[in-house]
């Protein structure tokens, strides 16, 4: 099936980690990726994971991939309030030659002083 | 690169009438998907052009039509609408049909169904 499910909400104070979690159901997905929407804004894709990786660093953001459970998570380190926005996980699926993202139905990230 | 632009930008309709929404993708790339994200929900794919033909389609009604034009740029077409329609309109471009693709997507259309 076709599933990928977060966490609503989640609140952090400013200079904090944040972890963001995720879990999707398609097995066969190659890559997945976090995208990040601010108010009235489209997405902006922030990084990607492909399956056969563990982790990927990049910057600030950390993805971490258990495969086994089907679980991916997000960590932004030393958050900031220009952090606060919703948060997508999204798994590619590749069918019959062609693509398509599944998304979550996002984390709201709060930032506060 | 003006990246993928989307026009309008916001649209009131009155139920029942019709409506086209515009994509211009990413210089470069070959590939738009569309997608609706109701209030409070991620995205949900509506369907894909490549090649100025649909490739794949999600769980949307008839109503939803689109078309590719040989630049690459797009339209969805939404007929007879409803209420439930209303939500955000992205537009996602892309390269290709590999198993790895980066998505890059509009600011999206605001469409208010009243």
């Known amino acids: 099936g076709e599933d990928v499910e977060q966490s609503l909400f989640l609140s952090v104070r400013e200079g904090d980690s944040s972890v963001i979690n995720c879990t999707y159901t398609d097995s066969s997905s190659t890559y997945l990726y976090w995208y990040k929407q601010e108010p009235g804004a489209g997405l902006q894709l922030l990084t990607y994971?492909?399956?056969?990786?563990d982790m990927k660093q990049d910057q600030r953001l950390t993805v971490l991939l258990n495969k086994k459970d089907k679980h991916l998570s997000l960590r932004i380190a030393d958050t900031q309030t220009g952090d606060s926005a919703i948060y997508f996980c999204?798994?590619?699926?590749?069918?019959?030659?062609?693509?398509?993202?599944?998304f979550g139905a996002g984390t709201r990230l709060a930032v506060h002083p | 690169d003006a990246g993928v632009t989307q026009s309008p930008t916001h649209l009131i309709k009155t139920r029942g009438q019709q409506v086209t929404l515009r994509c211009s993708p990413k210089?470069?790339?070959?590939?738009v998907s569309w997608y609706q994200q109701a209030l409070g929900q991620g995205p949900q794919f509506i369907f894909q052009y490549y090649e100025e033909e649909e490739r794949q389609r999600g769980n949307f009604p008839d109503r939803f039509s689109g078309h590719q034009f040989p630049n690459y740029s797009s339209e969805l077409n939404v007929n007879a609408l409803l209420l439930g329609d209303s939500a955000l309109y992205l537009c996602a471009s892309s390269l290709g049909q590999g198993a790895r693709t980066e998505a890059f997507f509009g600011q999206g259309t605001r469409l208010t169904v009243v």
């Open positions: 999204a798994e590619i699926l590749f069918s019959g030659g062609y693509n398509k993202l599944i």
């Open positions: 994971i492909f399956s056969n990786m």
């Open positions: 210089s470069g790339h070959d590939t």
